[in-house]
């Protein structure tokens, strides 16, 4: 939010001026390589696209675009949607955390980043920039984040300033629990000043790996006290971490994972399982539309007003998912506490129908 200061007769006025960054989000990753093309995109569910993934090239720490797509995303995506803004999303969980870590290191290197993501999303007409560092986890890495948010935050004031654009968002995803990674070394201050807001993925608490039981993937709340979405956002994020609720996003996952039950029978939250287990169509992490495929082919449906998620189940076969159900929670938790707004990963794995994306889109309001 920007400060105008209007002197009259000795008394200021303050002008609150709501920038973009202000305005709700409802925001969806659109992933290149899941099989949705950009104009299949029904873009008027949202507010924000995320395009993913750019690379961070660990040479020459410049951009590399993994697909031609990219150079043609916003205006295949704005068709539908002239208001829509579109970020170039960079790294994810397959680039790792070393190439970001070396780069932020160095104030050279830091530069060329810098340097290279404002020219590529200039060029490629994307109206912002998305970090996906996964995950920094060291104070080094913490001091250095902070150091290149300042700087990154600066160069798209004077990119902005010297070309008479309208200043690049600036985003990023990050950790929504202690289950995934250390919070502590996010630089919550240099967050909270230069990003216009962080996309919090609180999902994949709980996954099917080593559990003895089913599980739900990703809780809004836990009464058992453990991980949960509430937990990340409210305890950890804006608690403990001091970023205000309007810098931050609630993450919706439109896939899910399975489990293998112990006892057909036996088929609750918290049943007994043996590890993952797999659907006909989308295996052990199933999208949303895979999922719904196991449905329509006899799976039982069951939602958790306690946890706040969604479960499936057929003979041995467990999954747990957000449904419309979750979702509208979900969305209607992030309002009533004045979350931004919310986003998806990944709208690749929605159904034909767009159910979740515009479940949520609803559940917000205008």
């Given at each position: 939010?920007?400060?105008?200061?209007?002197?009259?007769?000795?008394?200021?006025?303050?002008?609150?001026?709501?920038?973009?960054?202000?305005?709700?989000?409802?925001?969806?990753?659109?992933?290149?390589?899941?099989?949705?093309?950009?104009?299949?995109?029904?873009?008027?569910?949202?507010?924000?696209?995320?395009?993913?993934?750019?690379?961070?090239?660990?040479?020459?720490?410049?951009?590399?675009?993994?697909?031609?797509?990219?150079?043609?995303?916003?205006?295949?995506?704005?068709?539908?949607?002239?208001?829509?803004?579109?970020?170039?999303?960079?790294?994810?969980?397959?680039?790792?955390?070393?190439?970001?870590?070396?780069?932020?290191?160095?104030?050279?290197?830091?530069?060329?980043?810098?340097?290279?993501?404002?020219?590529?999303?200039?060029?490629?007409?994307?109206?912002?920039?998305?970090?996906?560092?996964?995950?920094?986890?060291?104070?080094?890495?913490?001091?250095?984040?902070?150091?290149?948010?300042?700087?990154?935050?600066?160069?798209?004031?004077?990119?902005?300033?010297?070309?008479?654009?309208?200043?690049?968002?600036?985003?990023?995803?990050?950790?929504?629990?202690?289950?995934?990674?250390?919070?502590?070394?996010?630089?919550?201050?240099?967050?909270?000043?230069?990003?216009?807001?962080?996309?919090?993925?609180?999902?994949?608490?709980?996954?099917?790996?080593?559990?003895?039981?089913?599980?739900?993937?990703?809780?809004?709340?836990?009464?058992?006290?453990?991980?949960?979405?509430?937990?990340?956002?409210?305890?950890?994020w804006i608690n403990q971490l001091g970023v205000?609720?309007?810098?931050?996003?609630?993450?919706?996952?439109?896939?899910?994972?399975?489990?293998?039950?112990?006892?057909?029978?036996?088929?609750?939250?918290?049943?007994?399982?043996?590890?993952?287990?797999?659907?006909?169509?989308?295996?052990?992490?199933?999208?949303?539309?895979?999922?719904?495929?196991?449905?329509?082919?006899?799976?039982?449906?069951?939602?958790?007003?306690?946890?706040?998620?969604?479960?499936?189940?057929?003979?041995?076969?467990?999954?747990?998912?957000?449904?419309?159900?979750?979702?509208?929670?979900?969305?209607?938790?992030?309002?009533?506490?004045?979350?931004?707004?919310?986003?998806?990963?990944?709208?690749?794995?929605?159904?034909?129908?767009?159910?979740?994306?515009?479940?949520?889109?609803?559940?917000?309001?205008?």
């Amino acid at each position: 939010m920007s400060r105008l200061y209007i002197e009259i007769f000795d008394i200021y006025i303050y002008i609150y001026i709501y920038s973009n960054a202000e305005a709700a989000v409802k925001g969806g990753y659109w992933y290149y390589d899941s099989g949705l093309d950009p104009s299949d995109i029904d873009s008027s569910y949202f507010t924000h696209l995320f395009c993913a993934f750019a690379q961070l090239d660990s040479t020459t720490n410049h951009l590399t675009l993994p697909s031609t797509a990219f150079s043609t995303f916003t205006q295949t995506v704005l068709q539908n949607n002239p208001s829509l803004k579109t970020l170039l999303s960079i790294g994810g969980g397959g680039n790792g955390s070393a190439p970001f870590s070396t780069m932020a290191n160095n104030s050279t290197s830091r530069k060329a980043f810098i340097d290279s993501s404002i020219q590529v999303a200039r060029s490629n007409k994307f109206h912002g920039l998305d970090l996906d560092w996964e995950y920094p986890s060291s104070d080094t890495d913490k001091t250095n984040l902070g150091l290149l948010l300042n700087e990154w935050r600066a160069a798209i004031a004077q990119e902005a300033s010297s070309s008479g654009n309208t200043p690049l968002l600036l985003s990023a995803a990050v950790a929504g629990s202690n289950q995934i990674t250390n919070l502590q070394y996010y630089p919550a201050e240099e967050i909270a000043s230069n990003m216009d807001w962080v996309n919090v993925m609180v999902y994949d608490l709980f996954v099917p790996d080593g559990a003895g039981s089913t599980q739900p993937p990703a809780p809004l709340y836990n009464p058992t006290g453990l991980f949960s979405g509430d937990q990340g956002i409210n305890g950890s994020w804006i608690n403990q971490l001091g970023v205000p609720p309007n810098k931050l996003a609630i993450g919706l996952p439109f896939y899910g994972y399975a489990w293998t039950l112990v006892d057909a029978n036996a088929h609750g939250l918290f049943a007994g399982a043996n590890g993952a287990g797999s659907i006909p169509s989308g295996g052990s992490i199933p999208v949303y539309r895979d999922i719904r495929s196991f449905i329509n082919n006899g799976a039982q449906t069951v939602y958790n007003s306690t946890y706040v998620t969604n479960y499936c189940y057929s003979g041995t076969t467990w999954v747990g998912y957000d449904d419309t159900q979750s979702v509208s929670a979900k969305v209607s938790y992030a309002k009533e506490r004045g979350l931004i707004g919310y986003f998806a990963w990944q709208i690749g794995g929605d159904d034909n129908n767009w159910t979740l994306s515009k479940t949520a889109s609803d559940a917000w309001g205008s």
